[in-house]
């Protein structure tokens, strides 16, 4: 599969569609993409550069009861950032913890508020 180009979307399990907003809109700061389908369940879907993130109010059926401390060795979804340091204040400011990449790339990993990763990883301003 060699023609593959990008990621198109991230599903995301979550008990409470708004709390999640209140996560990825308020504090991450995307935007969220109008054109959502009406379907059978509450959700919202996110824009992130070309692709989205969709939000899926629905029963979590395959979670572990002990997740992993640092997010890098959970399933995770991954954005870009242009200021990693703008995104620890705000993680800070909201209380939510952190674990930077083992890596030694300048990234961190933190839970949203249903235990789903996000990794935001810094980049340069033009390579979004």
Do not use: K
């Not at 979804?77 to 952190?98: E, H, P, Q």
Request: charged content about 20%; overall charge negative.
């Amino acid at each position: 599969m060699r023609n593959i180009v990008s990621i198109n979307h991230v599903s995301l399990l979550v008990a409470d569609t708004a709390r999640a907003l209140d996560f990825y809109q308020g504090l991450l700061g995307l935007e969220i993409y109008a054109s959502r389908p009406e379907l059978d369940f509450p959700g919202a879907w996110l824009t992130v550069g070309a692709g989205q993130i969709h939000l899926l109010e629905l029963p979590a059926t395959n979670r572990q009861a002990a997740l992993p401390e640092h997010g890098g060795r959970d399933q995770h979804v991954a954005m870009n950032v242009t200021d990693l340091d703008a995104v620890v204040a705000a993680l800070a400011a909201a209380g939510i913890g952190y674990t930077l990449s083992r890596s030694g790339r300048r990234a961190l990993f933190c839970r949203d508020p249903d235990g789903n990763v996000v990794e935001l990883v810094e980049v340069p301003a033009d390579a979004g």
